[in-house]
């Protein structure tokens, strides 16, 4: 019966879908956890896109020293 348990602790023919499953379940409860703090920086304090991290990115007059050479 022992040496059973440890063979079957040692199989390694699921690890590979298991640790997948494991780590989408890990990032998704972050991704939940977090999601106020993340949609704040994302897209502002308002939420319409103005002074966020994309609207900094996103925003034409950035690049236009690079569209004007």
Do not use: C, H, R, W
């Given at each position: 019966?022992?040496?059973?348990?440890?063979?079957?602790?040692?199989?390694?023919?699921?690890?590979?879908?298991?640790?997948?499953?494991?780590?989408?379940?890990?990032?998704?409860?972050?991704?939940?956890?977090?999601?106020?703090?993340?949609?704040?920086?994302?897209?502002?304090?308002?939420?319409?896109?103005?002074?966020?991290?994309?609207?900094?990115?996103l925003n034409e007059s950035?690049?236009?020293?690079?569209?004007?050479?």
């Open positions: 019966m022992k040496d059973k348990l440890i063979a079957y602790l040692k199989d390694e023919t699921g690890q590979t879908s298991t640790e997948y499953i494991l780590l989408v379940a890990v990032v998704a409860t972050i991704v939940i956890k977090f999601k106020g703090a993340i949609v704040k920086k994302l897209f502002g304090e308002g939420g319409d896109g103005n002074g966020g991290i994309l609207g900094t990115v950035n690049f236009s020293d690079f569209a004007n050479p």
